[in-house]
């Protein structure tokens, strides 16, 4: 079956750190990967996502490459803020599953002035 | 109103209590979920539902009931719950793979339940 294995948190960093977050996949079929991002006290947005090995996602400064051969879709930010504190998810979406999102375990961001 | 509203957003409940959680999209998708979120727990898929008809309960108990009268509209009718169903319970909608869609869901911000 499907799979995502993200990093585990907490990851606090300063402000304008660099930021990773790493995810690895197992898919049966070719899927599409995504990030979503939880602020406190809300649901799940969606981030970025990538459709096809090699894409490129990218939003709001965070950037994600879909790499098939190693089976990764890691996350990163060149200078994060303290907005961006938050609890991040790697998923993703297979039609041999029907296109039923799985999702990694969350790994949280702590981001200090 | 736009995306995905869920209400109510805080929602507390003795175990004898019957209470209904409402959740609306306005994306035009075709396809609603229900999730529960606990705290230190992965989240987890409940319902599915695509063209209102429902396609997935995942071993859900049956006092949790599900109703989707329209594309649009989803429900979770909530009956004889125990503490252990206190969490986060998010709704999702997107368009079905049998419309094309490549997976992408949109989240309401989630109702926050509490069982006493």
């Known amino acids: 079956g499907n799979s995502v294995t993200q990093m585990e948190g907490p990851v606090t960093l300063s402000e304008e750190a660099f930021l990773t977050i790493n995810c690895t996949y197992t898919?049966?079929?070719?899927?599409?990967l995504f990030w979503y991002v939880q602020y406190p006290g809300e649901g799940l947005q969606l981030l970025l996502k990538?459709?096809?090995?090699?894409d490129k996602g990218s939003n709001k400064g965070f950037e994600a490459t879909y790499r098939k051969e190693t089976t990764s879709f890691h996350l990163e930010k060149g200078s994060v803020q303290v907005s961006d504190s938050a609890v991040y998810f790697c998923?993703?979406?297979?039609?041999?599953?029907?296109?039923?999102?799985?999702f990694g375990g969350g790994t949280r961001v702590l981001v200090k002035p | 109103e736009t995306g995905v509203t869920q209400t109510p957003r805080h929602l507390v409940m003795g175990m004898t209590n019957k209470k209904s959680l409402k959740c609306e999209q306005h994306?035009?998708?075709?396809?609603m979920y229900w999730y529960k979120q606990s705290a230190k727990k992965p989240l987890e898929l409940m319902f599915v539902?695509?063209?209102?008809?429902?396609?997935e309960n995942n071993s859900v108990p049956s006092r949790f009931s599900p109703e989707c009268p329209n594309s649009s509209h989803l429900f979770l009718h909530l009956h004889t719950l125990q503490p252990e169903d206190s969490a986060l319970y998010l709704c999702?909608?997107?368009?079905?793979?049998?419309?094309?869609?490549?997976?992408?869901?949109?989240f309401g911000p989630g109702t926050r339940l509490t069982v006493l």
């Open positions: 898919a049966t079929g070719y899927p599409s």
């Open positions: 999702a909608s997107s368009q079905s793979p049998l419309a094309g869609g490549q997976g992408e869901q949109f």
């Open positions: 998923a993703l979406s297979d039609q041999a599953a029907g296109n039923k999102l799985t």
């Open positions: 994306l035009g998708h075709n396809a």
């Open positions: 539902y695509n063209f209102k008809e429902q396609t």
């Open positions: 990538a459709t096809k090995a090699d």
